[in-house]
């Protein structure tokens, strides 16, 4: 008997939940389960949306579901879900992320799926809301975790981090990486020279990429703000942003405020950041809030060691000294130390990327996969689905 899954997820933004997601339906398809992947399409994500019908998934648009609470969307969406199970009929709902994880498992319970899964890819406990706003957002996923048969996170760090809220119970938590095709990737990057030779930067330029977003929790207006004392003791450097979003005028004026501008390039957004990567001597990660990073362990599985910010389930991913630098949160001159650090001593970020390359494979594509996959036979034999 084929076990029916429905995954819904708010938007198929280009970026790690999407993919995670993506590669988690594709993964279970394989496996034997049949699944649909219901999202808000829009047309910012049509990378994503051609990517996921290229690699074989089943995909439904749900048009009322949105990021932002909206009451009046939102019951929409929930009668939209609803419809949607009324006609999968599945075994198992699988949501994905905070919006379609609270309407989703609210429309699972309703409906009276024998099984729910949720896997929020990070959380929204710092770095996003209001005081009073974030308040509201934890005890949903409090009342929503009574719902839940397992909640999926990204690292240990991020189980502790919710029930350090309340939310659920210890049993129901187990930890899943975003699986990274460590050696396709490995496989598919262009040498250093050719990497930069792509992208127009020098041999001899000491190169720090910053890939995500360009929104306020990705913290990248702190790398901007770092610049200038990196710039001071290592006049090659030139930070390269790759990715678009609401931040980029505003790190644009920064950055001329600041007199840097000039090396500060921003590549806008990229489908396959492989080259990027490839090109760099650091990443930067300064986020101000991140579920895993999975940006961090591409990274890493090119031998290019990391420079990040010590929250969500960061720390469960940089070894501090061994693969990589952790700073403190909010801490431009931190991160400006560290970068300082690693652009001066060539032999030490060998070393650093020696390291990162095995421990990126804790986190590969294989790993991720027997991890779900076992999650999910768990499941299937607690609740006799087959």
Request: a positive charge.
């Amino acid at each position: 008997m084929t076990v029916r899954v429905l995954h819904a997820i708010t938007r198929l933004t280009l970026g790690g939940s999407s993919e995670n997601t993506i590669a988690s339906c594709v993964a279970l398809d394989q496996a034997g389960y049949e699944c649909t992947l219901a999202a808000s399409f829009r047309e910012s994500d049509a990378a994503s949306l051609v990517d996921a019908r290229r690699r074989g998934c089943r995909l439904v648009d749900l048009p009322a579901l949105g990021r932002e609470v909206a009451p009046i969307a939102d019951v929409t969406a929930l009668a939209q879900i609803l419809w949607l199970i009324r006609r999968e009929r599945p075994a198992i709902v699988h949501t994905h992320t905070s919006k379609a994880g609270f309407i989703g498992r609210l429309a699972a319970v309703i409906a009276r799926v024998p099984a729910v899964i949720h896997q929020p890819h990070g959380h929204l406990f710092y770095g996003y809301y209001s005081a009073r706003r974030t308040a509201l957002f934890t005890a949903l996923e409090r009342r929503a975790a009574h719902w839940t048969d397992r909640i999926v996170t990204l690292t240990d760090r991020g189980a502790v981090e919710h029930l350090a809220r309340g939310i659920g119970r210890a049993p129901q938590y187990v930890a899943v990486p975003s699986g990274v095709p460590t050696a396709d990737l490995r496989a598919a990057a262009p040498p250093r020279a050719e990497a930069r030779a792509r992208l127009g930067l020098e041999p001899d330029t000491f190169v720090v990429v910053g890939l995500g977003r360009l929104v306020p929790i990705k913290g990248f207006d702190l790398l901007v703000r770092a610049l200038p004392a990196v710039l001071a003791e290592l006049p090659s450097a030139r930070v390269l942003l790759v990715g678009d979003g609401a931040e980029r005028q505003r790190l644009d004026a920064l950055a001329r405020s600041l007199g840097v501008r000039a090396q500060l390039g921003l590549a806008g957004e990229v489908f396959d950041v492989t080259t990027h990567l490839a090109a760099a001597d650091v990443l930067a990660v300064p986020s101000r809030n991140e579920g895993m990073g999975r940006v961090i362990v591409e990274a890493m599985a090119l031998r290019i060691p990391v420079v990040a910010a010590a929250v969500g389930g960061i720390p469960d991913v940089v070894v501090d000294g061994e693969c990589g630098r952790l700073v403190a949160p909010e801490d431009a001159d931190a991160l400006a130390s560290a970068l300082i650090e690693l652009g001066r001593d060539e032999p030490l970020r060998r070393k650093l990327g020696e390291a990162a390359v095995v421990r990126a494979e804790s986190f590969s594509a294989a790993v991720a996969k027997a991890k779900l996959l076992a999650v999910y036979a768990d499941v299937v034999r607690a609740k006799g689905l087959r």
